[in-house]
Structure formats: structure tokens, C-alpha cells
């Protein structure tokens, strides 16, 4: 059974940072791509970053480039995203994805983010 439990969402001012992780069970992680996307209000789900190839490889949406970093711990099965200079836009349900190989996608609960001063 896939389970994908998510923490670290939460309020922040403008500029600040936060860092969500995502603890994963229930599949192979070292070979899953594990990404992370998010809905901001009145809008749909978009992708923001992902890690695959054991986390040799990443990829990023480019509003997020140079200021997100996604990491994964392969040894404890977990991914995080570090999002630094969060502006007020930055605020939406983030998603833990996870896409084993072989099987289909699996989403998180969704930790929301709140940027406000």
C-alpha cells in the first residue's frame, strides 16, 4: 500500500523560506520519480519540480528555478523541496507525486503554503 505523508506546509512572510518533505512507503523509492506540484486558488494543478534517475537527475518549472531545490534521501525514502524567496504567488497546496516504475502516479494529501505579512 502507497503512502505518501507529507509535512513542513504552513504560513510564511514574503522572502521567507519553508521546506516540505514528503516520507514514502509501500514502493521501490530509489527508482521512482518523486516530484512535487502545486494548486494555487482558482487554478489548476501544475508541475513545479521533480527528481528522478535516484535523484541524479532534476527538473524544474522555470518560475521556480534558482530558488526551489528538490532533494531525496533514498535511504529513509523521503523527498523534500526547499523553497526559498517565497513570494505572496508562491501560496497554494503543495503535492507530494510519486510515480514508481511500472505503476501509476500517487499524490499526497497537499500541505498548504501560505505566503501574507
Known amino acids: 500500500q502507497v503512502q505518501l505523508v507529507e509535512s513542513g506546509g504552513g504560513w510564511v512572510q514574503p522572502g521567507g523560506s519553508l521546506r516540505l518533505s514528503c516520507a514514502a512507503s509501500g514502493f521501490t523509492f530509489s527508482t521512482a520519480a518523486m516530484s512535487w506540484y502545486r494548486q494555487r486558488p482558482g487554478q489548476v494543478r501544475e508541475f513545479v519540480a521533480s527528481?528522478?534517475?535516484?535523484?541524479?537527475?532534476?527538473n524544474y518549472e522555470n518560475s521556480v528555478k534558482g530558488r526551489f531545490t528538490i532533494s531525496r534521501d533514498n535511504a529513509s525514502n523521503t523527498v523534500y523541496l526547499q523553497m526559498n524567496s517565497l513570494p505572496f504567488e508562491a501560496a497554494a497546496v503543495y503535492y507530494c507525486n510519486a510515480h514508481p516504475l511500472r505503476d501509476h502516479a500517487y499524490w499526497g494529501q497537499g500541505p498548504q503554503v501560505i505566503v501574507s505579512s
Open positions: 527528481s528522478f534517475n535516484g535523484g541524479r537527475s532534476t
